[in-house]
């Protein structure tokens, strides 16, 4: 295998670019992002709910009860927060396709409110 110095991997202007662009980021990054966040949501809610059940347990001398509470609690909130973000991001993917020509008709939180359409005197 023959290595020249310039040919190195690191060395490619290219190679850093995807990295260290200062531009927006790119559509899988931003992909990525989310699901880390979606997961870090869920073990992290479901792990407090275990520590707060487990220290409380050993607090108040109520061994497995507290610690089951607290666990499944966790797992719940966890849940809800999964879910949570992924109707924030399903919303969000909605609206980019919409663009703003498909939201003329769209039916607002305002107008769902008080029983509208969005095309309100037509």
């Given at each position: ?10 060395g ?6 995807f ?7 790119s ?27 487990y ?20 797992i719940?909130?966890?849940?809800r ?30 107008d769902d ?10």
């Amino acid at each position: 295998m023959n290595v020249r110095h310039g040919d190195r991997r690191m060395g490619r202007p290219g190679f850093l670019m995807f990295f260290f662009r200062r531009d927006k980021p790119s559509e899988a990054m931003v992909l990525f992002g989310n699901v880390a966040t979606i997961g870090m949501q869920l073990v992290a809610a479901t792990f407090i709910g275990l520590a707060m059940g487990y220290f409380l347990d050993k607090w108040l001398g109520t061994e497995p009860w507290l610690l089951i509470i607290f666990l499944l609690l966790g797992i719940v909130t966890g849940f809800r927060d999964v879910y949570r973000e992924a109707m924030r991001l399903q919303r969000g993917a909605e609206a980019e396709s919409a663009g703003p020509a498909g939201t003329k008709g769209a039916v607002t939180k305002d107008d769902d409110a008080r029983g509208g359409s969005g095309c309100q005197g037509k």
